[in-house]
């Protein structure tokens, strides 16, 4: 393989790997805030570059005004999201209920979308453009395409100021409290509700933003949201709710997936998931996971 | 307890013979596809309702048993084997693979071991999809033969009676094991690790095992609806064994209560039936469908089951308030 090459495929692979990364992330930090794995997340981010393309192709709007009235999309996305699967369910005693309601949500925005958006894919512009085409940026003579390396750049930036808000603000502090133990944290004054909103907030507008990036690479169309699953993978080969983890094996799934396309392209998803499944076997606390405990 | 049995058996035979009299064509398809899938959901019902896991294997092992028949009794590997053989092989083989399976995968344990089957959905459906010799690859497999019952050929169309006889009393056959399982020692260890896994290993219980067994069990029967699916389709792709549809048969059998033989049915007829029902309304009916499956989650966690046994109580309290306000009135009087 010439370094070119390689050079290429890996930035590829390492901007995918960020795109499952944000996915992973919010994951994470809802399981943390509410314990509920959300079986929607690959949706969210799906609607989230039907959002940002519908205001990019539909209204017009240049990208300073774009970008604050697509965070509000998100975080009124988020919001709804949270109250109608979350906050119904917060009592529920059998833990399959939540995750099958989080199921029919994400049947219900992949439909809302093809009802609002028909059932054609968009094809968004990428951010940097060059004659009508995707700009290259030649690095050495390694070219790569802008928008792999604003992913990474835009992705990167992204978790590490959500990271920053929760490991290093008073405001993330009380929100881990709340997540750790929401009745002793209710008694301390955290008001458990706004942290559990904002954590969805958060988590809506950080896969959104995945899916706005990922949209001129993808094309936007309502089957984005299988690319969940190898968040998931991510999740797992990191370690289970652990942050760092969770990056870190999501961008391992990324190289994994894109350096198999050069040898099997058809079988991608097998190197991908049986890498899970040898993980889940051979070390299934994943990477940076504390060694699982029984619950007694 | 006896008598109620008897009710209960004649009223499935009426249902079994009066049904094909009012339906024909289409709809009548539709109804024993619909039964098909009753006997994947049973497998989901052995492994989440009673055991407590979250499985989505069970499309990947309708998958398997369907290829199985499709190869082998279309001759496409140099072998032929008649498809009543075929039919009663399936569940045999594919238990013992899904016992192997289960050996491997069940060491995890509740979310790693749904993270597991789904990497195990996905991989089968890359491998369904992509390997032509034994998979047919994108185009899958057709001309499979029809079902032929000692000597006597089933009508080619999926809609005639012999069908849906042959494969309602499939339907009861099964649901009459998973009662028994739900009685037996088997049952009973699974609820046990379903409330309290360290509990039930005190008590002495192979938990590893007995789970393994469930999802053979479940396996078994998965398969076996698959290698009915095909026969009765006569068509096998890959697009039935992907995720979304893995997902689709969780919800089948959570609709109807996860531990209701009779909701089990009503479940999957309701999930196969009433999108073909509102077909009028195409666009609209998923999105419904969606709504649907949430609202049940947040008013009936326990599936229409749980509606029933709701009134049931709603009615005995009821009942013993009436009698009790009888007796004041009673005791008044004198």
Redesign the interface.
Known sequence: MSFTLFGTLFINGLSMGVIYAMMAMGLILLIRAVGI?N?AQGELFMFGAYISAALVLDFHLPLPIMIPAAMVCFAVVGLVFMF??YW??RK???A??????T??????????A??IWGPLPRSMPPLVVDEGRPAILHLGDVPLQWQNVLIIVIGVLLMYLIYLLFEKLYVGKMMQAACQNSYAANLLGVPTILTIAATYVIVSILVSVGGYLVAPIFMVRNTLG?LQ?RA??GV?IGG?GNIKGAIIGSLIVGLIEVFSTLHFS??R??T???T??LF??LR?QGLFGEK?K??? | MKFKNLIGAGLICAIILIVPQFLHGYPMTVVNVALLFAITSYGISVMLGMGGQLSFAAVTFMGLGAYFVANTTTGRLGITIPTMLALVLTPIVFAGVAFLVGLVLLKLKGTYFTFATIALVQVAFTFFNNYSPLFGGPDGISGIPTLTFFDHSFRSSGSSNEWFYFISISVVLVAIVVERIRRSQLGRALASIRDNETAALTFGINTYLTKVIAFSIAGAFASFSGALWVMHGRFVGADMFNFLNAAQFIIMAMLGGVNSTVGIVIGALLVTGLPELFRAFQGYMQLFWGVAIIALMVFMPTGLAGIKDMIVEKIRKYKVCASRREGDADATDS
Do not use: Q
């Open positions: 794995l079986f109608t699967i119904p369910l529920a005693s059998y399959a209920t939540t995750i099958i309601a199921m029919g949500a994400a049947i219900v925005l992949r439909e809302l093809v009802l299988v699953l998931f993978a797992v289970f058809a079988y998803d097998v991908v998931f049986l899970l499944i889940l076997l299934p699982i029984d619950k007694a």
